[in-house]
């Protein structure tokens, strides 16, 4: 059974810094793309980081390029979101989710992503 549990969300500071774990198991990353997600109250999701593992290429969403650092252990099997200098408009709940057969992260935002997690709640506070 394929499980992602995320993880490491909570409240903080404008400017202030979260790290986020997607474990996950059941999967092995060089079949798979692992996206993180985030939707907003009223608004639609969206894709905010790409890991691919087969060729460990990366991605990022324009509003949070130079913030946000997506990394992995694969001893551990999860994929890690580094969220730095962040603003009141990352608040969401972030999502990741695995699309197998993904070896780049080229438009990964529109991927078949057969696995999500339940999400966990980023709120920053101004």
């Known amino acids: 059974e394929v499980q992602l549990v995320e993880s490491g969300g909570g409240l903080v500071q404008a400017g202030g810094s979260l790290r986020l774990s997607c474990a996950a198991s059941?999967?092995?990353?060089?079949?798979?793309?692992i996206g993180w997600f985030r939707q907003a109250p009223g608004l639609e999701r969206e894709g905010v980081s790409c890991f691919a593992g087969s060729i460990g290429d990366t991605d990022y969403a324009d509003s949070v390029k130079g913030r946000f650092t997506i990394s992995t252990d694969n001893a551990k099997n999860t994929v890690y979101l580094q969220m730095n200098s962040l603003k009141p408009e990352d608040t969401a709940v972030y999502y990741c989710?695995?699309?197998?057969?993904?070896?780049?992260?080229?438009?990964?935002?529109?991927?078949?992503?057969?696995?999500w997690g339940r999400g966990t709640q980023v709120t920053v506070s101004s």
């Open positions: 989710a695995a699309a197998r057969g993904y070896y780049d992260c080229s438009a990964y935002a529109r991927f078949d992503y057969h696995y």
């Open positions: 059941g999967i092995t990353f060089d079949d798979y793309a």
